[in-house]
């Protein structure tokens, strides 16, 4: 009994893990696509969501089945808990994803407003994010997931200056408003992969160390292992 329950809960893992991996490839095709001007690279964007979606169905099915039929305690209960909001914050971040892959279809159509620097280092960092998370979440690793949080507010700050370089576009030269609106959106985008992948980082401290860290200021977090 003890070996079956260990092949589903492998077989979760996997799953989630294959979903991630997908949407770390969503995150940086995206941005490729814009860099580039590769508009077949965005539409290949926007057809991997469906897959991505019906694996967070897959996997919603599976612990699902598993929490009706073996009435799993403690920390087999907060991985099946964890690896549904996970996966639910992955889906979310295709999305993302694919509004980015949107915005660059539109964009390809017109000339560069400007060098594309800041924007392909937030896309960046952001996938560092999720790609941390995902590995803390496999090696249950607290202490790396509470890293992954913290590097939120660097992408914040990058998202802040973004945004007020692209208002001075627009305020400037009323003609690149266009253009401005959906770097604006792609920055956003990729601003929230980043809230989804802290999210992730939290649910693995929940996770490993059932502590839930929202909300808790940083003198409050310093014995996470």
Known sequence: MERHRDQEFEAIRQLLLRMGGLVERMIS????????RDTSRAQAVIRTDSEVDQIEKDLDDACHAVLALQQPTAVDL???VAVMKIANDLERMGDSAVNVAQAVEV???EPPLKPYIDLPRLAAITQEMVRDALDSFVRRD???????????DEVDGLYKQLFREL???MI???RTT?????LLLIARNYERVADHATNIG?????????RDIRHLEATDLADIR
Do not use: C, I, Q, W
């Not at 607290?142 to 939120?152: C, F, G, I, L, S």
């Not at 266009?178 to 959906?182: C, G, V």
């Open 178 to 182: 266009t253009r401005a609106l959906h």
């Open 167 to 169: 208002l001075s576009y």
């Open 107 to 109: 964009l390809n159509l």
């Open 142 to 152: 607290a202490r790396a997931a509470y890293e992954v949080t913290k590097r939120d």
């Open 172 to 174: 400037e030269d009323p």
């Open 29 to 36: 095709e995206a941005m490729a696509s814009l860099v580039e």
């Open 202 to 210: 939290e649910d693995v401290v929940f996770y490993v160390e059932g």
């Open 78 to 80: 907060r991985f099946l």
